[in-house]
Every structure is written in C-alpha cells, then in structure tokens.
T-cell receptor, first 112, second 111 residues
Framework: EAQVTQNPRYLITVTGKKLTVTCSQN?????MSWYRQDPGLGLRQIYY???????DKGDVPEGYKVSRKEKRNFPLILESPSPNQTSLYFC???????????FGQGTRLTVV | SQQGEEDPQALSIQEGENATMNCSYK?????LQWYRQNSGRGLVHLIL?????REKHSGRLRVTLDTSKKSSSLLITASRAADTASYFC???????????FGKGTKLTVNP
C-alpha cells in the first residue's frame, strides 16, 4: 500500500531533550516536506527536500533540522525542543514539487 | 506571501445541500490544490487545478479557478454527513518550491 509513515504518532517530552520524528514513504517520490499545524495558523512548512541531499528551509525552520540521505526517509530533528514547538506535525511526499502531496497521519508533539 | 485564504472559516449545512468554499490568493500560481482533513488526521488530496485550467470535476466535487481574480472555489454537491471535515486550499507559485496552505474552512454536514 502506498503510504507515508510517521513515527511516533504521539510524543510528550521535556524541554531540551533532543528528539527525532521519522518519516518514510514507499512511493519513490522525489519531493518531501514537513509541516506544523497550529490552531488559527493553518499548516506552515518547516523544511522541504527536492531530492536526496537537497534540502531547504520553509517558512518556519527555526529550531528544526532535517536530513535526506535516502530517497524514502526524511527525518525531522529537534535538537533542543521548547514548549513553543508543541504542535501537530505532518510529513508529506510528492512525485515532484508540482504534483499532489501525500500526507502522513501526523505526530502530536507536546514539549513541557 | 501567496498564502491562500479560505472563506468562510466555518460552514454548517444540512445533508443533501450543496457546500461552497472559496479561496483567494495574492500572487501568480502554477497550480492550486484542495485538501480535506478529518479531525486531527492527515490531509487527503482532492483536486489539483493548473493555472491554465478554469474548471475541474471529480465525483461530487467541482473546482473553479479565476486567475484574474486570484480566486478559486470548491463546490461539494449533495453533501453527506461523511463530508464533515476541514477543507484547505494550497497554492504553488510559479517560481516557488513550496506549497502554501490557507487556514481552512471547517464544514459540518448535519444529518
């Protein structure tokens, strides 16, 4: 089944404790991206990747890192999480940047 | 910013009625996409319309695009309770690598 898989689905962590949210797609898509969704603000893009080893900042990249060492995986790294990073996070992939996006089921992160 | 803005923010209708949601944006686009999100879940792609297209259909969905007015509309005909969800438009600018989402319209279809 074609899908984008995020893990974990739910995470509660403490301020400053490094964490990684994994994202994997099995559709051989070139384009992958991370979004955060907050009430009243909609979805905002954090980082995107056009292909392996090609990543760039989205609209809200501060406090996040990403890597794209393999085509299928695009992990989101929070080196030192803070409470303002409490949010619902989505990973998405597309065949190219101009086509429809396929979304993962989301990761609800709480930083206390 | 080319962010789309949906209107209305919330819409409540009865089953069987039609639902119309609008999206306005600010700059030229390559394409505009509509997505649906059931509460707290991942977004699901509905329709993509390119800047040189004016109308597209998919089942009970009809999307129009007016590039002169920088606006799009999503019409859901004969709505069902299962259509209850939030609907988002997203725009891809001509020279942009980023898909930019609006804040969404929350649709409630009452049985």
């Amino acid at each position: 089944e074609a899908q984008v898989t995020q893990n974990p689905r739910y995470l509660i962590t403490v301020t400053g404790k490094k964490l990684t949210v994994t994202c994997s797609q099995n559709m051989n898509h070139e384009y992958m991206s991370w979004y955060r969704q907050d009430p009243g603000l909609g979805l905002r893009q954090i980082y995107y990747s056009m292909n392996v080893e090609v990543t760039d900042k989205g609209d809200v990249p501060e406090g996040y890192k990403v890597s794209r060492k393999e085509k299928r995986n695009f992990p989101l790294i929070l080196e030192s999480p803070s409470p303002n990073q409490t949010s619902l996070y989505f990973c998405a992939s597309s065949p190219t940047r101009r086509t429809e996006a396929f979304f993962g089921q989301g990761t609800r992160l709480t930083v206390v | 910013s080319q962010q789309g803005e949906e209107d209305p923010q919330a819409l409540s209708i009865q089953e069987g009625e039609n639902a119309t949601m609008n999206c306005s944006y600010k700059t030229s686009i390559n394409n505009l996409q509509w997505y649906r999100q059931n509460s707290g879940r991942g977004l699901v792609h509905l329709i993509l319309i390119r800047s040189n297209e004016r109308e597209k259909h998919s089942g009970r969905l009809r999307v129009t695009l007016d590039t002169s007015k920088k606006s799009s509309s999503l019409l859901i005909t004969a709505s069902r309770a299962a259509d209850t969800a939030s609907y988002f438009c997203a725009t891809l600018g001509g020279g942009s690598e980023k898909l930019v989402f609006g804040k969404g319209t929350k649709l409630t279809v009452n049985p």
